[in-house]
């Protein structure tokens, strides 16, 4: 399983991006369950902060606070790919945006999670 991000760069205060989080090498199956794919962010020096999740199934979201009526996740399922929309950024967004996809696996009886390698969202004039 591989979990690509994509979209970061630079952008003005008050500027938006749109993030794109693209999984491959995942086999939808009985064995695989309680999907959900999530956006997680870490400034320079600071811990890693949940920003947004969506499970694929029923396509519940939620939102950290600090993002709440400014982001927006969303998902397409057969592309496997989950977005995060950013509207009216600020500076302190500026961080590395990395995505997630966590599972049940009836394989291993556990809850497993891939992470990809992040994408840099810098927000400066």
């Known amino acids: 399983v591989q979990v690509v991000e994509s979209g970061g760069g630079l952008v003005q205060p008050g500027g938006s991006l749109r993030l794109s989080c693209t999984v491959s090498g995942f086999t939808f199956n009985n064995y695989i369950k309680n999907i959900t794919m999530s956006w997680y962010r870490q400034a320079a020096g600071n811990e890693r902060e949940f920003v947004a999740d969506i499970t694929s199934a029923g396509g519940s979201v939620n939102y950290g606070d600090p993002v709440k009526g400014r982001f927006t996740i969303s998902r397409d399922n057969a592309a496997m790919t989950v977005y995060l929309q950013m509207n009216t950024l600020r500076t302190e967004d500026t961080a590395v945006y990395s995505c997630?996809?966590?599972?049940?696996?009836?394989?291993?009886?556990?809850?497993?999670?891939?992470w990809g390698q992040g994408t840099l969202v810098t927000v400066s004039s």
């Open positions: 997630n996809i966590g599972y049940w696996s009836d394989y291993v009886r556990g809850y497993l999670e891939v």
